[in-house]
């Protein structure tokens, strides 16, 4: 994680200067209360509205602002750019679901596929919902047991699934692996159960393609509407065998050109790929796939969705794909989590309410030292492309929340604000600019993180667990109030047994096998 240290603007009168230079910039908006510690604003608005907080601006160093004293001696009100935290948003979770996996398998995960947002964003939370299309912003967080360093919660919310209506009709192409290394129990045979149920589940307006590959690629079946066509899918699906090697970038490439032969206008198009990412023919490189359906994927707005199986698990070359392709990966371990993805999750998996979707974090340097995003390592955005809309950002669907936590310390007796969150993304229909804010004071933080919100303590042990778990690579710091992994699999099974969810238990036996091993 990156340290950001923030200085304090040299002024004669720092605090006030710097009040009504936040006032100006739009950072001390009002807003409506978001929940207990938190505020989100109670509207979105596009270029044309209200300024947004935090302006950007670069983090190489730029031009500062300034005014004069009363002697005609110059000083400095800006704070220095490194106040600001700019970042992709992502709602992969395949880190997580493959860890664990890998940890039920008696080893531990390779710490370089271990991305701490995506063990974050693998648990459902409380986020007050917005009542259309865009996000909600609630900000909160609580004080460690380290001197001065808190973690600071900032999560962003989508409508819910039954919110605004029917989705418009789904056109997925489905893009599956038959290679050799697809015949072990849990791969090919899993996905094969899995699309004849969520066959039966789509309605009769969807369509479905399915593109196979292993040494070469082939389309199976044309786009094709399921109103009377069901038993043409599921005799495409069962009639899947794996055979040879994998020639990933021959069945992207083919999986594309299909869903772009049979593209339906007003529907949600997409490519769902389904694969070990075991690319071991034709061309394995990410960047040169993405190259060769770069013109489909910007001029029709087809995004990627990557289904990852197997033990053994291409995560660098699926990551990739899908950060860069529009989309976003889960992995997938079992049936339970195949029925959640292919069938509970659809909805979400199809649609979209938010495309290239961004974040901005300002933390107010009078009450904060220091600050670490916990991981987004490979999404984080420059400052001053918050707002050029041109740069790619993150897109998702209804139901999602998207949390982002930070370590913070606040400067030793500092009160007051502490950090305002905005939001920025495009309308997946019209292309027009929304955003929308949130804010914290440092008299909202929780006294102690572990007797903060439940939801707040399952972040922060999703967080903590992450981090022990690549703390194999030298890059990465140990988050400030790390209990160890004793602890936290004690904490990990209280919160267990108080939210009474299943995945929090899930997670609590993880954090169990990794301490064992």
Known sequence: METHHIRRPRA????????????????????SAGGSGSHSSDGSYGEGGLPAPAPAQSGGGGEQRGEQDEDGTAREVAPPPDYLSTFALDVDTASYGY????????????????????????????????????????????????????????????????????????????VIDISGSMGEPGRLDLAQRSLDTMTDRLRDDDSVAIVTFSDKAETVLPMTRLGGHRGRVHDAVDGLEPTFSTNLGAGVETGYATAVEGLRRGATNRVVLISDALAND????????????????????????????????????MERLADKGDGHTVYVSGEDDARKVFCDQLPQNIDLVARDAKAQVAFDPETVAEFRLVGY???????DDFRDDRVDGGE????????????????????????TASVRWLDPGTRAPHERT???????????????????????????????????????????????????????ADLARTTEDEEVRQLADAIDRAQRL
């Open 282 to 317: 034709g061309d394995t490189d990410a960047d040169s796939i993405l190259d060769r359906i770069d013109g489909a994927r910007r001029e029709h707005g087809i995004t990627l969705f990557g289904v990852g199986v197997g033990s053994d698990y291409g995560d660098a070359l």
């Open 438 to 492: 949130g804010q914290l004071e440092t008299g909202s933080l929780d006294d102690s993180l572990w007797t903060a919100a439940p939801r707040l303590q399952v972040t922060a042990v999703a967080a903590y667990f992450a981090e022990a778990l690549r703390s194999g690579d030298e890059r990465h710091r140990t988050l400030p109030g790390d209990p160890g992994l004793t602890d936290l699999a004690q904490h990990a």
């Open 99 to 174: 860890a664990r996996r890998s940890l039920a398998d008696g080893r531990r995960p390779d710490p370089s596929t271990v991305r701490p947002e995506e063990f974050v964003n693998s648990f459902r939370q409380d986020y007050e919902r917005p009542d259309g299309n865009g996000f909600s912003v609630t900000v909160d967080g609580a004080r460690t047991d380290r001197r001065d360093w808190s973690l600071v919660r900032v999560g962003l919310a989508t409508r819910s699934t039954g919110q605004s209506g029917e989705r418009p009709p789904a056109a997925l192409t489905f």
């Open 396 to 419: 998702v669907g209804p139901g999602h929340t998207v949390t982002a936590l930070y370590a913070v310390r606040t400067r030793s007796g500092a009160d007051g604000h502490l950090a």
């Open 12 to 31: 004669t009168r720092p605090r006030a200067a710097l009040i009504a230079l936040l006032a100006a910039a739009g950072l001390l908006t009002g807003c």
């Open 377 to 383: 390592d490979d999404r984080r955005v420059a400052d």
